[in-house]
Nanobody, 119 residues
Framework: QVQLVESGGGLVQPGGSLRLSCAASGSILSIFNMEWYRQAPGQQRALVASIGSFGNTNYADSVKGRFSISRDNAKNTMYLQMNSLKPEDTAVYYC?????????????WGQGTQVTVSS
């Protein structure tokens, strides 16, 4: 199995920055795609950014130019650097990874971390 631990959320003023981390552990043989999602109250969970095995990245239009996704394969960790934060970025942020464990490939989710952008 794979466990994901997220950290870095919190309260920040508009225009501020936060860096989220997602550390994977367990019986991991390899990690493929890694993604960040967010879910605001009353809204569906939506993809924010993704990064593939070779570092190829994709972003939701709403965060392009402000957020940056990265990964450290040696640490099985993914990051989301969030700059120029806006109140509409307020949400619970979840990480999701596609990983190969002994005998299977599956998708795994973190528990979520709250990001609140408010003055």
């Amino acid at each position: 199995q794979v466990q994901l631990v997220e950290s870095g959320g919190g309260l920040v003023q508009p225009g501020g920055s936060l860096r989220l981390s997602c550390a994977a552990s367990g019986s991991i043989l390899s990690i493929f795609n890694m993604e960040w999602y967010r879910q605001a109250p009353g809204q569906q969970r939506a993809l924010v950014a993704s990064i593939g095995s070779f570092g190829n990245t994709n972003y939701a239009d709403s965060v392009k130019g402000r957020f940056s996704i990265s990964r450290d394969n040696a640490k099985n960790t993914m990051y989301l650097q969030m700059n120029s934060l806006k109140p509409e970025d307020t949400a619970v942020y979840y990480c999701k990874v596609q990983a190969r464990t002994t005998g299977t490939i599956g998708d795994y989710w973190g528990q979520g971390t709250q990001v609140t952008v408010s003055s």
